[in-house]
């Protein structure tokens, strides 16, 4: 239950976490708020040879809304954008997933950014993104582009950021439309059974499959979830279609 | 790898290699074992700490990530008196048993009172959900928490 060992290099600038992650090659990892690569390693199922510390680069824990759209760089604490006024303003439906994002200790370490770059398929925020039709800015040594969240993620904790890239921000267009928010877990603070996070006919379920998946409201629910400790898969697609009910009738809907 | 943190209040300058997290960091190096460690992946709550006034897993901040930062443990928290009705009131309503996630409960519960001087029953087990009791004194632990934010409203 300890890390093997690494070596740890701490950066400054988004240039030089991006050159010292060309430079160390695929081994190297990020490390943010590290509340799901220290447990990795801790357990040994990760074991980057090298650690890039991003912590403390400056400039990417800013939440503004500009020109239409809510930007939250990649290094905002869970905590700080749930107590977050406007986050709670323009976008509830994020503040109220951040309240289901694993307990308060973790939440006051563990980064926006660091989240979706995970891209753990039971976590609630990459499912926001696909709801809120959010776009993820990626910087490498090459410069930024834009990447739509649902093509992001693309596999059990894979995402199309290139071994030289890094995600710096993440942007929603406003105004967000009505939204609906639920999950299913056993105890607070647990991975999700199934989730769903709505926005407007943007339904993205979470938990049922190896990446969130993003259905419009007025399309049949086509999923086929995987059985695992917490549920069978049966089970999984029963309980998302319990939960696109919820959200049909919170929206005023059909049922 | 150099480090400088502060710890309850005391500067500490000093080597450490990066796989160190900061549990065992306190506990190893700086000889402060009121952190336990339980499960080492951020389940349990038995090594929450206090870094830079937030709540922490000292088992998810590597030791050379603290460099810099304003540590807080269980013995700082007990020592300076500020948690001291706290602890008064678990020892009173048998808050705890075998007290190994006594140190994370009160740092965890004490944030909450930080924030909140009036948490329902709900509001005092939400915040505590990160932390695992094993001896299943859960609701002695929303009794204690509840007496002392009571206590503190002068109620």
Redesign the interface.
């Known amino acids: ?8 290099i ?1 950066v400054a600038t988004v240039a030089e976490a991006c050159a010292a992650l060309v430079q160390h090659g695929p081994d190297a990892r990020l ?1 943010a708020g ?2 799901s690569l ?2 990795a390693m ?2 040994r199922l990760a074991s980057p040879s090298v ?1 890039i ?1 991003i ?1 403390r680069v400056h400039g990417l824990d800013g939440i503004e809304v500009r020109d239409g759209k809510l930007r939250i760089g990649a290094l905002v604490r869970h ?1 700080t954008a749930l107590r977050d006024a406007m986050i709670a303003n323009h976008v509830p439906l994020l503040t109220e997933a951040l309240r289901h994002v ?5 939440r ?2 563990g980064t926006i950014g660091g989240n979706l770059a995970h891209a753990d398929p039971a976590s609630e925020l990459p499912a926001c993104m696909l709801a809120l039709s959010a776009v993820i800015e990626v910087t490498s040594p090459s410069g930024t582009r834009h990447v739509a969240a649902e093509d992001f993620f693309v596999g059990l904790f894979q995402t199309v950021l290139l071994p030289d890239e890094m995600l710096t921000a993440v942007e929603i267009p406003l105004p967000a439309p009505a939204w609906f928010f639920q999950e299913i877990a056993r ?3 647990d991975y999700a059974i199934v989730g769903l996070a709505a926005s407007g006919t943007r339904l993205a379920f979470f938990s049922v499959a190896d990446r969130p998946v993003l259905r419009q409201s007025t399309a049949a629910l086509d999923l086929d979830p995987p059985s695992d400790l917490q549920a069978t898969g049966a089970m999984r697609r029963h309980l998302a279609n319990v939960l696109r009910d919820r959200a049909l009738v919170a929206f005023g809907g059909r049922t | 790898m150099k480090i400088a943190l502060t710890v309850n209040g005391e500067t500490i300058r000093t080597e450490v290699e990066p796989r160190v997290h900061l549990g065992d960091f306190l506990r190893e190096h700086l000889s402060l074992t009121g952190t336990h460690l339980g499960c080492e992946h951020g389940v349990c709550g038995a090594c929450t700490v206090r870094i830079d006034g937030n709540l922490a897993r000292a088992c998810l901040v590597l030791a050379v990530q603290a460099d810099g930062c304003d540590v807080q443990t269980i013995e700082g928290l007990s020592d300076s008196g500020e948690i001291a009705d706290l602890q008064q009131a678990f020892h009173e309503r048998n808050a705890l048993q075998c007290g190994f996630c006594t140190p994370g409960m009160l740092i965890a519960a004490q944030d909450l009172l930080l924030r909140n001087p009036d948490p329902d029953r709900d509001t005092i087990r939400e915040h505590l959900s990160g932390n695992y009791c094993r001896c299943t004194g859960y609701h002695a632990i929303v009794d204690a928490v509840m007496t002392t934010a009571k206590g503190r409203r002068g109620d």
């Open positions: 239950m300890k890390a093997p060992a690494f070596d740890y701490k490390l590290g509340q220290l447990p801790n357990l650690l510390d912590g905590e694993a307990h308060p200790a973790i006051a370490r105890r607070s603070g």
